[in-house]
């Protein structure tokens, strides 16, 4: 990005968008120099601007500066559009966003329970089914386009996946990788993986989680079968305080001090008064079945944060049997 974009401020931008109305599109591009943009534009009351033009016009409006000419800076994503966003101007990209393992897991549940056949834009199934993905929130607002996950994008996300079936008789199209990795996992567990679906649509419901999932948690593993969506979903139900206060005093009331149920740690042992009472909460129960009653006491455990870890660390998730007989001495 060029040094005048970076000094660029919102009160430059808008100066230029005041301009530009005042003048009208064609007297403003032609006075400084620019030609239409060919794809990205300002979204702004409105209107559309020419988010090149309006940058390099708006770096003139910086006290002691001169308009950008069109040759003296590159426009596009990296530059204006990322700059433009920056001060808080929406830009959409020209092209949607790629898709993510909790969209493409929804999308290949649909086809699969179409009998692997692909859908058209008009089938109310797709149609139910877009309004559910522009929920998620895996894609902030300003690099969605105006045709976000809109039903023709996602009828022809089920054109990908069922072309990649092995039994279809044609010739398939270029996909994502990811869509194959999805595609063969419910092949190979349809039951499974419908049951996950569904419990990510039920989670698509809940407004705490999908504002939580937003930021991925560092902790989570964007190749775990369920999804960055149960995932989150998951973390959220351990760190429940209330179910944490409950369960440690339920095991408080045959033993003396809280350790790892795993491997034995006890953290006040080695950190005196720090440690006293302190230990992590896992869940142990897939979300897909847990999702079907209300969380019990015995569904979690008491774990050290190195086990707790290590339980997460690859998919699929450890259960507590296999942690404890890696965890033994």
């Known amino acids: 990005m060029c040094m005048g974009l970076g000094e660029l401020t919102a009160e430059s931008v808008n100066a230029a968008i005041a301009e530009y109305d005042e003048l009208g599109a064609d007297a403003f591009l032609s006075k400084y120099g620019y030609g239409p943009a060919p ?11 020419d988010s090149k033009a309006i940058a390099g016009v708006a770096y003139g409006y910086i006290p002691g500066l001169n308009p950008l000419g069109s040759a003296e800076f590159s426009g596009g994503e990296a530059s204006v559009a990322r700059k433009l966003r920056q001060l808080g101007f929406r830009v959409p990209p020209t092209r949607s966003p790629d898709w993510v393992r909790d969209e493409v897991i929804l999308a290949c549940d649909l086809v699969a329970q179409n009998g692997w056949n692909y859908m058209s834009a008009d089938d ?16 902030p607002v300003e690099v969605r386009g105006d045709k976000f996950r809109n039903t023709n994008g996602v009828a022809r996300k089920t054109v990908d996946i069922a072309m990649h079936h092995p039994d279809y008789p044609g010739k398939t199209t270029k996909s994502g990788g990811i869509d194959e990795v999805v595609l063969h996992e419910f092949l190979d567990d349809p039951t499974g993986m419908h049951a996950i679906a569904e419990a ?21 593993d964007d190749g775990a079968r369920e999804g960055r969506l149960l995932q989150r979903r998951h973390f959220v139900r351990e760190r429940d305080k209330k179910l944490r206060r409950r369960k440690i005093a339920e095991f408080l009331k045959v033993h003396d001090r809280v350790h790892c149920q795993a491997c034995g740690f006890d953290f006040e042992a080695v950190y005196g008064g720090r440690g006293q009472g302190y230990i992590e909460v896992h869940h142990t129960l897939p979300l897909h079945a847990a999702d079907e009653r209300q969380t019990e006491l015995t569904d979690l455990v008491l774990l050290c944060a190195n ?6 660390n ?16």
């Not at 794809?39 to 209107?47: C, T």
């Not at 109310?124 to 998620?136: A, F």
């Not at 998730?317 to 001495?329: C, H, K, M, N």
């Open 124 to 139: 109310p199934r797709v149609v139910k089914l877009s309004g559910l993905l522009q929920r998620l929130p895996f894609h």
């Open 200 to 220: 990510m649509r039920r989670s698509i419901a809940d407004d705490t989680v999908i504002e939580q999932s937003a930021v991925p948690s560092e902790d989570e």
């Open 307 to 312: 086990c707790h870890r290590i339980v997460h």
């Open 39 to 49: 794809g990205y534009l300002i979204h702004y009351d409105g209107k559309l601007y």
């Open 314 to 329: 690859k998919s699929p998730w450890l259960t507590f049997d296999e942690l404890r007989a890696l965890a033994a001495p």
